[in-house]
């Protein structure tokens, strides 16, 4: 499992995934369209320019590398867009998906890990939720990577040699410990992200959405989990598929979380700077409170997570967020 195939490689996970795999000793190639990616943002490897919906361009690069195995981190992954414009979505992440494993199947290559979301749960029932609650997304974002799901469920039942790991992400933040890459969206609307851009003073203001929700404090909890500790989950799935082990679900989170309102006094203290927070209306399709149950991962790969520590993924974040706005301004 010496030659991994990364999709999304130059994105925020997918390049910390890839700095981690060279870490290891992998051999890594980053399949990426740069449509959000960066170039930059790939540290180890080589990096092909190309789309999955260009199947003969994807074949080809599969036949000429022979991956061991395949990560796919290429996506859309902003909720609210994906309500807007749902098409973008099943074909991103549904249809290309299907392309992917397609072109996978054809040449022989049948170990898969594949980028999915606590956004398939919707409105879970039971905090912390586990990978067997019932799947209800309430956006086309979290319906479009359920499908994929179902597909790569429904093959693994059908070929016996196929097996994939699904780990679905909570809330992913901070950067690189070396501060070389992190998180570059054109259009960032993630909490952590948009408090320190506020502190930054390229927001006028943080909004907190909705201040009446069935929480201790009012605003919606989640669980944060820092981006090198989600990469090394993709270690410990890649080392269990190499080593044999079967195909399995598991959630890449904490198991406890924090609310808004207490991310901002966190992300105060850190940038030391009491930057202008406002209460706003709730935002829509948000879950009141979202904390993995990650007993699955921990048992079943040995997932040890390092970097639980909210001031930790708020500095590391912070360091980034400052580098960028040197790096623009
Ligand atoms: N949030 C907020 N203000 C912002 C961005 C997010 O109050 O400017 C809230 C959002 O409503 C949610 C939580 O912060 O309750 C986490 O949102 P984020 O977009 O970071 O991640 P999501 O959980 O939607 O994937």
């Keep these: 499992m010496k030659r991994i195939l990364v999709t999304g490689g130059a994105g925020y996970i997918g390049s910390h995934v890839v700095k981690a795999l060279g870490e290891a000793g992998y051999e890594v190639l980053t399949y990426d369209n740069l449509s959000t990616g960066n170039r930059w943002a790939v540290l180890s490897g080589r990096l092909v320019e190309g789309d999955l919906a260009d199947r003969e361009r994807l074949s080809r690069v599969v036949a000429d590398f022979r991956p061991a195995a395949v990560m796919h981190f290429a996506a859309a992954i902003e909720v609210g867009e994906s309500v807007t414009n749902p098409l973008k ?24 890990i594949f980028s999915s979301t606590a956004a398939v749960y919707g409105i879970p029932e039971v905090i912390p939720v586990a990978e067997g609650a019932p799947l209800a997304p309430i956006n086309p974002y979290g319906a479009s990577k359920m499908m994929t799901e179902r597909l790569l469920a429904d093959l693994d039942q059908a070929d016996e040699n196929f097996q994939y790991i699904a780990l679905r992400y909570f809330n992913v933040a901070g950067a690189d410990a ?20 506020t502190a930054l003073g ?13 929480t201790p404090d009012g605003t919606c909890i989640r669980d944060y989990i820092h981006v090198d500790d989600l990469a090394e989950a993709h270690l410990v799935a890649l080392r269990h598929l190499g080593a044999g082990g079967r195909s399995g679900i598991y959630n890449c989170g904490y198991g406890h979380g924090f609310s ?8 105060k203290k850190v940038t030391g700077i009491d930057f202008p927070v406002v209460e706003a209306a709730r ?16 048992a ?30």
């Design 283 to 298: 935002r829509e399709g948000d879950p009141p409170n979202l904390i993995a149950d990650n007993r699955e991962i921990v």
């Design 300 to 329: 079943a790969l040995g997932w040890k997570p390092r970097f639980d520590d909210l001031d930790y993924i708020l500095r590391t974040a912070w360091d980034w967020e400052r580098k960028l706005a040197s790096r623009q301004g």
């Design 260 to 267: 808004v309102r207490e991310v901002v006094e966190a992300a």
């Design 89 to 112: 979505y099943y074909r991103n992440n549904t249809v290309n998906a299907l392309n992917l494993i397609e072109v996978m199947r054809e040449q022989r290559i049948d170990r898969m």
């Design 202 to 214: 390229q927001f006028n203001q943080l909004q907190i959405f909705g201040t009446d929700y069935p």
């Design 178 to 197: 070396q501060c070389r890459i992190g998180q570059d969206y054109k259009n960032p609307t993630h909490l952590i992200t948009r408090a320190l851009k």
